[in-house]
T-cell receptor, first 113, second 115 residues
Framework: GDSVTQMEGPVTLSEEAFLTINCTYT??????LFWYVQYPGEGLQLLLK?????DKGSNKGFEATYRKETTSFHLEKGSVQVSDSAVYFC????????????FGKGTHLIIQP | DVKVTQSSRYLVKRTGEKVFLECVQD?????MFWYRQDPGLGLRLIYF???????EKGDIPEGYSVSREKKERFSLILESASTNQTSMYLC??????????????FGDGTRLSIL
């Protein structure tokens, strides 16, 4: 079956540091890939997505590139802020959208001033 | 702005009770989902529905049922609550359109405690 593996953390960085959160996946066919973010006390929000190989999703300074050859979708940001502290989930959908997403276990990111 | 509303943020129930979690979306989305979120396990799909009165089992349906009588409302039912169902429950919805990869929109979650 489908699966997503991501670093669990917590990941602690200083403000303005470079961020990478690794995500690799196993799926049948050609899945769509997503990063969701969950701020404290809130539900999940879509951060970015990519639907085919070599696509780059980007939003709020975050980027991730769909790498089919390495089955990866690593999340990066050049300079993190305290407000980026949250839990980040990598997810995939190989069923065309009608069924549920397969999530990684989430990475807790803590940014210190 | 899109909105998925879960009826309760926090809920405390007793073992053996029948528990209803309600979710309403105002986006006219066809697909609706129920997940549970547990530390170290991430989100796991319980049930989903792609149309009124239609439902499909997710990865962990045991001990749960669902109801979708109207397009905007998707209810999760714990038939006889047990302590291992203490968790954060998240509802989501998504659109069916020409692009099959529509994102899911999530509610803020219901933190359920079973005593």
């Amino acid at each position: 079956g489908d699966s997503v593996t991501q670093m669990e953390g917590p990941v602690t960085l200083s403000e303005e540091a470079f961020l990478t959160i690794n995500c690799t996946y196993t799926a049948t066919g050609y899945p769509s890939l997503f990063w969701y973010v969950q701020y404290p006390g809130e539900g999940l929000q879509l951060l970015l997505k990519a639907t085919k190989a070599d696509d780059k999703g980007s939003n709020k300074g975050f980027e991730a590139t769909y790498r089919k050859e390495t089955t990866s979708f690593h999340l990066e940001k050049g300079s993190v802020q305290v407000s980026d502290s949250a839990v980040y989930f990598c997810a995939l959908n190989s069923g065309g959208g009608a069924d549920g997403l397969t999530f990684g276990k989430g990475t807790h990111l803590i940014i210190q001033p | 702005d899109v909105k998925v509303t879960q009826s309760s943020r926090y809920l405390v129930k007793r073992t053996g009770e029948k528990v209803f979690l309600e979710c309403v979306q105002d986006m006219d989305h066809e697909n609706m989902f129920w997940y549970r979120q547990d530390p170290g396990l991430g989100l796991r799909l319980i049930y989903f529905s792609y149309d009124v009165k239609m439902k499909e089992k997710g990865d962990i349906p045991e001990g749960y049922s669902v109801s979708r009588e109207k397009k905007e409302r998707f209810s999760l039912i714990l038939e006889s609550a047990s302590t291992n169902q203490t968790s954060m429950y998240l509802c989501a919805s998504s659109l069916v359109g020409p692009n099959p990869n529509q994102p899911q929109h999530f509610g803020d979650g219901t933190r359920l405690s079973i005593l």
